[in-house]
Nanobody, 127 residues
Framework: QVQLVESGGGLVQAGGSLRLSCAASGRTFSSYVMAWFRQAPGKEREFVTAISTSGRNTRYVDSVKGRFTISRDNAKNTVFLQMNSLKLEDTAVYYC????????????????????WGQGTQVTVSS
């Protein structure tokens, strides 16, 4: 069982930066594939990025490549999302997700692949 709590969202101007954090409960955090999804009003939940248990492997949706960076600190049971050069279209509720199956098995871009979810944190980018 894993409980996820996101933080770090807020209001930022276009071109600015935010760093989201997702703190996980439990002693087996290092065995979970972690991901960030986002959902804008009236839209489906969208994959943003995922990271393997060791942190050596990552995947990103094309629209955030070069701007967003996912990382994890297994000693602190936390996964991070550094968001730079934010755009208006990045406005959404950002969700942290966790899955215990291996990186090689999980279809990381699909929300249904993840068993555990946080409550979300709002990111609003203004012009």
């Amino acid at each position: 069982q894993v409980q996820l709590v996101e933080s770090g969202g807020g209001l930022v101007q276009a071109g600015g930066s935010l760093r989201l954090s997702c703190a996980a409960s439990g002693r087996t955090f290092s065995s979970y594939v972690m991901a960030w999804f986002r959902q804008a009003p009236g839209k489906e939940r969208e994959f943003v990025t995922a990271i393997s248990t060791s942190g050596r492997n990552t995947r990103y949706v094309d629209s955030v490549k070069g701007r967003f960076t996912i990382s994890r600190d297994n000693a602190k049971n936390t996964v991070f999302l550094q968001m730079n050069s934010l755009k208006l279209e990045d406005t959404a509720v950002y969700y942290c997700a966790a899955e215990s199956r291996p990186w090689t098995v999980v279809r990381t871009a699909l929300p249904n692949e993840y068993r555990y979810w946080g409550q979300g944190t709002q990111v609003t980018v203004s012009s």
